[in-house]
């Protein structure tokens, strides 16, 4: 829980998102507890086991879903915060008056707002695709 948390600060303080590929995250978790513990995880099977255990405690977000399986979200608040910019109340949203907004708005959003733009957020469509809101 302190790795991620540590990893998922160091990521928002550098301006870069919480959000590691499969790759990444394995290399950087296993690197960060050696450098902490001077011990990582057995196996990546060890390594899944914890991380189903931090996503069933709420501490990271993974997704076995197709369009998501390879993303770790190290800080679900963040995450939170960046979907309800998109499916939000109009003065925060005005993009989707109806209910409705296209996706090339998307990226007008988050130019607004302090979590800066959506260009490499390519899977907040899939996210929302996940929770039936898009």
Known sequence: EDVVGHIAAERRQAGVDPVLTADQYRTVVWSEMQNRYQRTFRDAAEL????????DNGVLLHYD???LKDLYFLDPQW???MLAHVVTIREINPFARTGIM???DLKH???SSNLGPVDTRGYIVNLLNKFEVA
């Open 109 to 111: 959003v988050f130019k």
């Open 65 to 67: 879903d197709a369009t």
């Open 102 to 104: 296209k996706l090339d």
């Open 79 to 81: 995450l939170c915060d």
């Open 48 to 55: 899944h086991q914890a991380t189903l255990f931090l996503h």
